[in-house]
C-alpha cells in the first residue's frame, strides 16, 4: 500500500531532488563506490585507453574476525542488512550482517539471492564479445550497419558498437523519460511501474529522443546503450538476448544462482529491498517485488555474491573470451572529468571497469543499483583477491536544500569495508571516502548504494573515490 503520509516541506524536497538531478545524480545507473584518487593511476591506464594494471596480486591471509567487524560496521551506520563473500586465492569467508526484513526482524543470510543491477553489463558485454571473436560484430563498426530502423541518421552511422559498450556514444539514458514522475513525486512513480512491461525498443526510443549528458567520445553513463546491445545481439545469433546470455555466459561461467527473472518475483531465498530515494520516500519502503523489463540486458539480472566472484575470476583469468576480446574489455576510458588537481580514479572499459581504492589498489569489476538494491564486485586483475557485497538499503544519502551532499557514514562503512576487503589493510587507515572526484558528474553509479540513474546510478556506478 502506498504511503500516503504527506511531506511537511515538499518544495524543499523537490528542489534537492531536483539539484540532484541537475548533478548527474539521478541517472540511475547501478552501482557506487568510493575511493582514494589523489595519486596518479598506473601509467597503463592515465594517459592512453589501455587499462592493464590493478592492485597487487600479494596474497594476504583472510582476516574473519576483522572483516566481520567491518562489515557489522557497515550495518551499524545505518544500512539495514548486507552478505558478502570475499576470496583470496583458494581461501574463502561469507558473512551477512542485519536485516532481511525490517518487519519481521529475518536476519540477513550470505547465500540470498539479490537484484545486481548494472553489473549485468559486464555479462552482456561479454555476450557482444563472443561474437566479436566469432566475426559477425565488428566493435569499431556503427550500429546502424546492424541496426539501422533502430538507430537512424547520424547517430546510426557515427556511434560505433565500441561506443555503446564503453558508454561513449552521446546517447542519453531513458530511466528519466521512462519514469517521468521520478523527481517531482518518486514513489508514485515507482509504484506505477512496478508492473510495467516497456519493450526494449520503447527504451531505446526514449534514451535516443532524450538530450545527451555528454557529447559523443565523452563518457557518459547510459543505460540506453546496453539495451542497444541486446538488441544488437538478437540480430546476429537470432535469439533472445537474454537466452543467448544465458546459454553462452551465465551456463559457460557455471553459475548456479544467477539468472534473468522471468516475473516479477525472484524465486530463490532473497531478502526484501528497501528505497528510500534520499529521503523522498519516508519510510523506505520495499520494492523486492519489481517487474525488471525498464532494466533488461543493462541491469536485470539476479545472482548471489559467491556467483558474482565466480564469474569476475574465470572473465579475469580468460575462460569466458580469449586473449584478444578480454584486451578490448579491458581497454579503457576516463569515466569522469577529474576536478582541477586530481587524477582519474575511475576508468570505463567495455563493460568492465577499474577502480582506485582509499589504500591505493587498483581493481576490477563493476557495481549495480536499483530500487532497493545495490551490489558491488570487484577483484585483483589477475581475480585471485575478490570482494562482492549486496545490501538492501538504497539512495540513503542526504542532502541539503543547495543540493550538495551532507556527511554519509553508511558510505563510508562500505567503502571502508571493501577497502579493508581487498586490501587486507584495516578500514580506518582510509577515513573519510565519501566521494570520488568528480563526483557531480558520475552519475551515481559507482557506489551500489548511492544508486545508477535516479539516483545516479539505478543500474551502473554510483560515486567517486574520494578527493
Known amino acids: 500500500m502506498r504511503n500516503t503520509h504527506p511531506s511537511t516541506r515538499p518544495d524543499r524536497r523537490r528542489a534537492r531532488l531536483a539539484a540532484a538531478a541537475s548533478a548527474g545524480i539521478l541517472s540511475l545507473v547501478v552501482g557506487a563506490f568510493p575511493a582514494g584518487a589523489t595519486?596518479?593511476?598506473?601509467?597503463?591506464v592515465s594517459t592512453t585507453t589501455s587499462a592493464t594494471t590493478s592492485a597487487a596480486s600479494t596474497t594476504f591471509s583472510?582476516?574473519?574476525k576483522a572483516l566481520r567487524a567491518s562489515l557489522e560496521a557497515f550495518h551499524k551506520a545505518g544500512m539495514y542488512g548486507a552478505y558478502s563473500s570475499v576470496r583470496d586465492g583458494s581461501e574463502r569467508?561469507?558473512?551477512?550482517?542485519?536485516?532481511?526484513?525490517?518487519?519481521?526482524?529475518?536476519p540477513m543470510r550470505p547465500d540470498y539471492e539479490h537484484r545486481i543491477g548494472s553489473i549485468t553489463k559486464t555479462f552482456t558485454s561479454v555476450a557482444v564479445l563472443q561474437q566479436v571473436a566469432k566475426g559477425r560484430i565488428d566493435l569499431d563498426a556503427p550500429i546502424g550497419d546492424y541496426l539501422p530502423e533502430l538507430v537512424p541518421g547520424e547517430q546510426g552511422r557515427k556511434v560505433t558498437v565500441r561506443m555503446l559498450l564503453n558508454h561513449t556514444s552521446g546517447i542519453a539514458d531513458y530511466i528519466l523519460p521512462a519514469f517521468p514522475k521520478l523527481v517531482d513525486d518518486p514513489e508514485q512513480a515507482l509504484d506505477e511501474g512496478q508492473f510495467r512491461k516497456p519493450a526494449p525498443e520503447e527504451l531505446v526510443r526514449l534514451g535516443l529522443a532524450a538530450e545527451p549528458s555528454a557529447p559523443r567520445g565523452k563518457h557518459a553513463y547510459a543505460n540506453t546503450n546496453y539495451i542497444i546491445a541486446g538488441l544488437l545481439l538478437k540480430k546476429v545469433t537470432g535469439q533472445d538476448p537474454e537466452s543467448y546470455i544465458t546459454k553462452n555466459v551465465i551456463r559457460k561461467a557455471g553459475l548456479r544462482h544467477t539468472y534473468f527473472p522471468r516475473s516479477a518475483r525472484i524465486p530463490g531465498p532473497h531478502a526484501?529491498?528497501?528505497?528510500?530515494?534520499?529521503?523522498?520516500?519516508?519510510?523506505?519502503?520495499?520494492y523486492s517485488v519489481y517487474d525488471m523489463s525498464w532494466a533488461g540486458t543493462a541491469g536485470a539480472m539476479v545472482s548471489t555474491t559467491n556467483d558474482l566472484n565466480d564469474f569476475y575470476r574465470r572473465l579475469l583469468g580468460g575462460k569466458l573470451l580469449g586473449?584478444?576480446?578480454l584486451r578490448e574489455m579491458e581497454t579503457t576510458v576516463p569515466a569522469y572529468e577529474p576536478e582541477a588537481g586530481q587524477e582519474v580514479a575511475m576508468r570505463y572499459g567495455l563493460g568492465l571497469f577499474t577502480l582506485k581504492m582509499p589504500s591505493g589498489g587498483w581493481?576490477?569489476?563493476h557495481s549495480g543499483g536499483v530500487f532497493g538494491a545495490g551490489t558491488w564486485a570487484l577483484s585483483t586483475e589477475d581475480g585471485?583477491?575478490?570482494?562482492?557485497?549486496?545490501?538492501n538499503l538504497m539512495k540513503y544519502e542526504r542532502f541539503g536544500d543547495d543540493g550538495k551532499p551532507l556527511p554519509d557514514p553508511i558510505g563510508d562503512a562500505l567503502f571502508g569495508y571493501m577497502d579493508e576487503?581487498?586490501?587486507?589493510?584495516?578500514?580506518?587507515?582510509?577515513p573519510g571516502v565519501s566521494r570520488l572526484p568528480g563526483a557531480s558528474q558520475l552519475p551515481q553509479r559507482l557506489l551500489a548504494p548511492r544508486g545508477l540513474p535516479a539516483s545516479g546510478g539505478e543500474f551502473g556506478y554510483g560515486r567517486r573515490p574520494h578527493a
Open 39 to 44: 595519486a596518479s593511476p598506473p601509467a597503463s
Open 62 to 64: 583472510l582476516d574473519r
Open 93 to 106: 569467508w561469507r558473512g551477512a550482517v542485519g536485516v532481511a526484513d525490517i518487519d519481521t526482524g529475518r
Open 272 to 286: 526484501k529491498m528497501y528505497e528510500s530515494f534520499y529521503g523522498a520516500i519516508e519510510p523506505a519502503r520495499d
Open 323 to 325: 586473449a584478444a576480446e
Open 363 to 365: 581493481y576490477w569489476g
Open 384 to 391: 585471485r583477491r575478490q570482494a562482492a557485497i549486496g545490501y
Open 421 to 430: 576487503a581487498l586490501s587486507g589493510a584495516p578500514a580506518e587507515r582510509a
